[in-house]
């Protein structure tokens, strides 16, 4: 009998980062963070911390945020 020997070469085109920006919800701030992710800190994303004020911002990944190749895991909030 003959095996089929199965070669697994496929390279799947995901991102390894992606980058967000975010205006702080403090309206006496405001100011603009940049955020980059990995995809398993996109997973673990609940909000982020103030680069101008340090506090705390809860927020979610936007649907169009998280790459397709990332749903799944990440499960994203419909913008
Ligand atoms: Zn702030």
């Known amino acids: 009998m003959k095996t089929k020997r199965q070669v697994n070469l496929r ?3 995901e991102p390894l980062l992606i ?10 701030c405001g100011g603009r ?7 398993s800190e996109a997973i ?13 911002n809860d927020d979610r990944l936007g649907e169009r945020e ?3 190749a990332w ?4 499960q994203p909030t419909q913008s």
């Open 33 to 39: 963070t940049h955020i980059g992710l990995t995809k």
């Open 66 to 68: 998280v790459p397709e």
């Open 71 to 74: 749903h799944g895991p990440i």
């Open 44 to 56: 673990e994303y609940r909000g982020f911390d103030c680069t101008q004020c340090e506090r705390w």
């Open 19 to 28: 980058e967000i920006e975010r205006r702080c919800s403090f309206p006496d």
């Open 11 to 13: 390279f799947p085109r």
